[in-house]
């Protein structure tokens, strides 16, 4: 029996390089969608080079991706590809609509044209319910977006619903709240606090200039987080799947995990930056994971406290190896 082929979109960014990794591990064929030159640096999937099959593809050419469908004719199709940072989707909320649910819909299409037995995982993002009337969410939690961004994710989301009752596509929305490693981009909170926790450990930086302490997010370690998404694909039937860990925490926690790790208080280093404080959000974005738990059986494996201080360890070497290199 011939290997099940996969394909990913945003194959170089954190998700797309755990995703691979799992479905190299499994056996798979991999291929995944580069918008540049395939000889430039596949980011955080550079170290599979030679080990997957890269399609050129850009979420604002619709023809691109409807192309590398027709040519990887996959088992399975990932499309995790997206603008991730949502304070720019203010900024640009046209082209922020055309690459998430404008890509979204021509993948899709193209899956029903081109290879309708393959199986679509697509990400959405647990921001789509906005100022919902309850916390946690679950999967039918009614959706009140409020960023350009949760707009998109949302539309992204009908999508794969709509033409999955319409056209009987095996198309599953994977509802994803916040996932982190020591992959994410040093933009992210996440990133902020861990790598200054290791630059002041290390007499690199004297203190980190942070917005609301109290803000609250659900954070997941990225790599279990793809291995929803995968076991999304196995089961027998398509549907939709919060893939969270159900469990508020605020910045102040993530803060105080990264700066005892290294022995150091948090209170010492953190400053608050007001101009870095967002309009507080009136329902905790917290997600309910029962349905992916009960349905495919998936279970987190690295907690909130192991994923921050994974993350510290990694900054520390990263910096410490630079420290010695110069």
Known sequence: MSARRALITGITGQDGSYLAELLLEKGYEVAGTVRRDPAEPLGCSE?????????????E???????AVREAQPDELYHLASPSFVPD???RPAQTLAAIAG????????????SPRTRTFVAASGAMFGRAPESPQREDTPCRPDTPYAAAKLLAHQLV????????LFACSGILYNHESERRPERFVTRKVTRAAAQIKLGLAQEVELGDLQAVRDWSFAGDVMHGAWLALQHQTP??????????????ELAEIAFAHVGLSATDYVKVNDSLVRDSEPVPQVGDPTRAIERLGWHPTTDFAQLVS?????????????????
Do not use: C, F, K, N
């Open 103 to 114: 890509s979204t819909a021509a993948l899709l299409e193209a899956v029903r044209e081109h």
């Open 61 to 67: 050419r619709p023809e691109s991706l409807r192309a």
């Open 161 to 168: 619903g709509q033409l999955r009752a319409h056209d009987g």
């Open 47 to 59: 170290h599979l080079r030679g080990r997957l099959s890269l399609l050129g593809a850009d979420l």
């Open 239 to 252: 549907d939709d799947y919060v893939l969270a860990s159900g469990i508020a925490h605020t910045v102040a």
């Open 310 to 326: 994974s993350m510290v360890d990694a900054d520390l070497q990263a910096l410490a190896s630079r420290r010695r290199q110069s």
């Open 89 to 91: 989707s203010w900024m």
